[in-house]
């Protein structure tokens, strides 16, 4: 799913096309409310490669950003049945950011909304997150998800936050990606 002002993301996409296994991707005015739901609530796992908006004001109404600008906001998310998630891959900003100063006890992120609303296993971002990372991301994600070293385990999504290991370890050992901004915001929650 994606935006056209991201430069790579059109790469990234192909990447996840890529991948070896039946992908639905939804590009430009393909991208409305209707269609997240829909793709969601089918959709066991999801990748997203858009801009994410942090609300400080209003945690529930951080967001995705749709078509034109339209917002999928955390509340959407947690209206919605989504009775097959399982893991969630938020290529976007801000998508495990919480606000400090205006949260009280526990802070609610675009992340956190992914798993109230059903999703195990959700990698996201603390704060803004380089374009040119995203291809990476998923390209060597994918690669340790959906073909693991043991080739007889089955596929599993609970092996999300190993994968995620294994590719900062990789981002840390190249030239163009080991800058701690590059690797340091991507964090894996739940199972």
Known sequence: MATSSLEKVYEEIEV??????DVQKLIGSEVTHSTMIDSLAKSPWIHFASHGHLDTEQPFKSSFELHDNARFTILDLLKA????AELAVLSACHTAAVDQDNTPDEGISLAGGMQFCGFRGVV?????MDDHI????AKEFYKRMLHPENQDKPVDFKDAAKCLRAVTKEMRRSEELRALHCWVPLVHIGA
Request: net charge neutral.
């Open 16 to 21: 996840v096309q890529n991948v070896g296994c």
């Open 81 to 84: 049945n989504l009775p097959n």
């Open 124 to 128: 996201g971002t603390l704060w803004a």
């Open 134 to 137: 995203g291809p990476f991301l």
